[in-house]
């Protein structure tokens, strides 16, 4: 099993104008099913909270701090998930199914380099 | 409620939205309902955000307290740049927890203020759907057959004019009610009639808009500003007419009253319509609500078409039209003097309606007489009058309705 990162970008959460309550709500549903499908797989690694859409950044050698990831709403990084499968082919085939696509979002995949466990010290 | 269910929640949402908002409006004011409306939908966007794991055990409590933190934050930044330094929001309002308790008063205000006597009938009830019940602006448009543009610089409008207005409408005492009650209880039916008659395209936003009529007329009826029988027969009416709705559309198609699955019928909805019913018949006025209640009650207590107590359906029927004397109740009428005395009479009495050219565009008028003449075993005339109805008809639903019955007389007219 390798492990990667889903990086969420753009999507439901950021698209304008934002879609209408109902439609959040069934964007939700899918979401949701998507997510408890993955973990039943048992391809969930690791929960973090969800990311607010603002935020600061520090930018080159003067350390500017700026507010916000200026980023366009399609670009921002929406959330970030950890998953476990076989392949790279098998967790871009999981990320196929995340609904973040019928708001034009985007599923970056990116493959954990596996660093070796440590031989156990000689005795 | 399975977080899983599309429909669930998209309801969910919608009415969590227009709560968000009612409550919202207390701070800002119906002068910037933008910004409510922003908190609102910044809300349920965290919500997307953050419910993705499944729903929290409170979901409505959650959300208030998003908003609530957003609406302090707003407000914070305001007496920021207005310099007043001190910051007078953690006032006793802001503070409060009980938003449970007082939601269903917000939502009235908003559902008094919503029908502003300078707006229209059709605009108010826009309004009232689109601020108290959440939907959005295309629902809104395909609820009352008007382009999604169009609707919006409406909407855009009536905010305008109750933005002018200055403060939300109060309605804590029954006295303060009873200035707009009878514009809302209309704003309440026209919605209603907005999700049970038209046929838009999207069937699950019309029964939604039926139900949400329904929510409301309850609130109105059980509400102490704005209890009464009048309010009860409102209720009774859209729960009594609201229960066969699950029959009415079967796969995209509209059934008429006698082929309907009345087992299908929605039984909770029966009860509380005939509950409803029972305590609008405390006052001395009989009003239209009354008399379209105790139809529809007729119906629902009756098992099939035939033993339905049609002589009872024509006496209301007659008493409604002395109140409401337009072709449409005519018509209905005359549906159920056929039931009595046969079609051809029902025949002859449709034709001879008062005003019955204005029902020349109105699809179940040519339903009508096609049905009456197939039961009268004259298919020459079902196929005319069945072909007029299919080139009336606004949308699809109701065109398969018309080719339906033109097969079972053999075909469109030549």
Known sequence: MSKFMFIFRGGGVTVQPPPPPAEIGAHLAKWTAWIDGLAKAGHTESHLPPLENGGKTVRGSSKTVTDGPYAEAKDLVSGILTVSADSIEVAVELARGCPIYEYNGSVEVRPFIAIPHSAPAPR | ?414
């Open chain 2, 1 to 414: 409620m399975s977080p899983r269910d599309e429909h669930a929640l998209a309801v969910l949402f919608r009415q969590e939205s227009g709560r968000l908002v009612a409550y919202l409006a207390r701070f800002f004011g119906v002068a910037d309902l933008a910004t409510a409306e922003d908190i609102a939908q910044e809300t349920l966007l965290a919500a997307l955000q953050s419910w993705g794991e499944g729903l929290p055990s409170e979901p409505s409590a959650w959300l208030f307290s998003v908003a609530k933190n957003r609406a302090r934050d707003v407000l914070r930044r305001r007496s920021v740049r207005k310099g007043n330094g001190a910051v007078a929001l953690d006032s006793a309002e802001l503070a409060d927890e009980t938003t449970h308790n007082t939601s269903d008063e917000d939502l009235l205000q908003m559902m008094f203020s919503c029908c502003h006597p300078s707006l229209t009938e059709d605009t108010q009830t826009a309004l009232m759907l689109r601020l108290v019940c959440g939907f959005g602006t295309a629902e809104v448009a395909s609820a009352f057959f008007s382009d999604p543009r169009a609707m919006e610089k409406r909407l855009v409008r009536a905010k305008k004019v109750l933005a002018d207005e200055g403060k939300l409408f109060d309605v804590t005492t029954r006295q303060e009610a009873n200035e707009r009650q009878a514009a809302v209880m209309k704003a309440v039916y026209l919605m209603f009639d907005a999700g049970y008659h038209s046929s838009v395209a999207h069937e699950v936003v019309r029964s939604d808009v039926a139900a949400e009529a329904i929510r409301l007329a309850a609130l109105l009826a059980e509400s102490h500003a704005t209890t009464g029988p009048v309010a009860h027969a409102l209720a009774a009416l859209t729960c009594l007419h609201g229960a066969r709705l699950p029959a009415r559309f079967a796969a995209g198609v509209l059934v008429p009253l006698e082929k309907q699955d009345r087992s299908a019928w929605d039984a909770r909805l029966v009860a509380l319509g005939m509950q409803h019913l029972a305590a609008s018949a405390t006052g001395s006025e009989l009003t239209v609500f009354h008399l379209e209640a105790g139809i529809a009650a007729q119906h629902a207590a009756a098992g099939s078409v035939e033993t339905t107590n049609w002589q009872e359906i024509v006496r209301l029927y007659d008493l409604l039209y002395a109140r409401k004397a337009t072709p449409v109740v005519a018509l209905s009428r005359a549906i159920a003097l056929a039931r009595i005395f046969g079609p051809q009479t029902g025949i002859a009495e449709v034709l001879a309606l008062e005003g019955r050219e204005r029902l020349d565009a109105y699809p179940f008028y040519w339903a009508a007489l096609g049905d009456l003449a197939i039961r009268a075993g004259d298919l020459a005339a079902a196929r005319t009058w069945l072909s007029r109805g299919h080139e009336t008809a606004r949308t699809d639903p109701e065109r398969d309705m018309f080719l339906r019955r033109l097969g079972d007389c053999g075909g469109a007219a030549s």
